[in-house]
């Protein structure tokens, strides 16, 4: 079963930028799309960008333009930069399949302070 972990999670102001990883363990990795999900407190997880094996992208109209998500099929990871943060990026961010195949991971907390 593949183990995801994420990282690189912390606190940032208004406007800063942020690089998030996603260390996933297996090689079933490199054959499944990915993507990136955050949950806010009392909110729920919403999906907000993904990368399919062909590379094509696809992002949430709430990150879009600030968000980039990225992977290295070589080391197993991905990555989420994230740009221009905003207060309402508050949240734990957690990566998955696009369905949630893989078993969850810890996720990594991002606040954003205004």
């Known amino acids: 079963q593949v183990q995801l972990v994420e990282s690189g999670g912390g606190l940032v102001q208004t406007g800063g930028s942020l690089r998030l990883s996603c260390a996933a363990s297996?090689?079933?990795?490199?054959?499944?799309?990915m993507g990136w999900y955050r949950q806010a407190p009392g909110k729920q997880r919403e999906l907000v960008a993904t990368?399919?094996?062909?590379?094509?992208?696809n992002y949430a109209d709430s990150v879009k333009g600030r968000f980039t998500i990225s992977r290295d099929n070589a080391k197993n990871t991905l990555y989420l930069q994230m740009n221009n943060l905003k207060p309402e990026d508050t949240a734990d961010y957690y990566c998955?399949?696009?369905?949630?195949?893989?078993?969850w991971g810890r996720g990594t907390q991002v606040t954003v302070s205004s």
């Open positions: 990368i399919f094996v062909s590379g094509t992208t």
């Open positions: 297996g090689s079933v990795f490199r054959l499944n799309a």
């Open positions: 998955n399949t696009p369905r949630g195949s893989f078993i």
